[in-house]
């Protein structure tokens, strides 16, 4: 009796690790599983100083979601954007514009690899990617 109890308690616990959600199986679970980046890009390989950036990046949902959050930072906390959109089943375009600041000593920032981070939101669960873009002068 005590081994099939724990071959039972195990099995549920392999479902939940595999299945990454409770074996309650709502609709709020599934939609959040099946929410990923799909591909971030930028349009210049370097940037230089008050360059304009533009990102793109392609976002796959398996079905229609409401009220999902986009966020994208970076640059030592100077690039900053958020946006709150309604995903479509299949993949979704996001874009970002931003205008880089300065590379100098006196109100801009040094010359090098500078992070980006991408957080999708949806509810109390968060998905992040991020790449790495190059700044000179």
């Known amino acids: 009796m ?3 109890f724990y071959a039972l ?15 309650q199986i ?7 599983t099946q929410i990923a ?4 890009t930028t349009d210049k390989p370097v940037y230089h100083s008050s360059d304009a950036m533009n990102l793109t990046m392609l976002i796959y949902s398996a079905s229609d979601i409401e ?12 690039f900053n954007e958020e946006k709150l959109l309604d995903l479509k089943k ?10 880089l600041p300065r590379c100098n000593v006196c109100g801009g920032i040094s010359a090098g690899d ?11 669960i968060s998905i992040e990617d991020s790449t790495i873009i190059n700044i000179q002068q």
């Open 2 to 4: 005590d081994k099939i």
């Open 9 to 23: 308690v195990f099995a549920v616990f392999l479902m939940v690790f595999i299945f990454g959600c409770a074996i």
């Open 26 to 32: 709502d609709k709020e679970c599934q939609e959040l």
């Open 37 to 40: 980046f799909s591909n971030i």
């Open 67 to 78: 009220n999902v959050s986009v966020k994208a930072s970076g640059i030592n906390g100077r």
């Open 90 to 99: 299949g993949n979704n375009d996001i874009s970002f514009a931003y205008t």
């Open 114 to 124: 500078y992070n980006l981070s991408f957080t999708i939101s949806y509810k109390n």
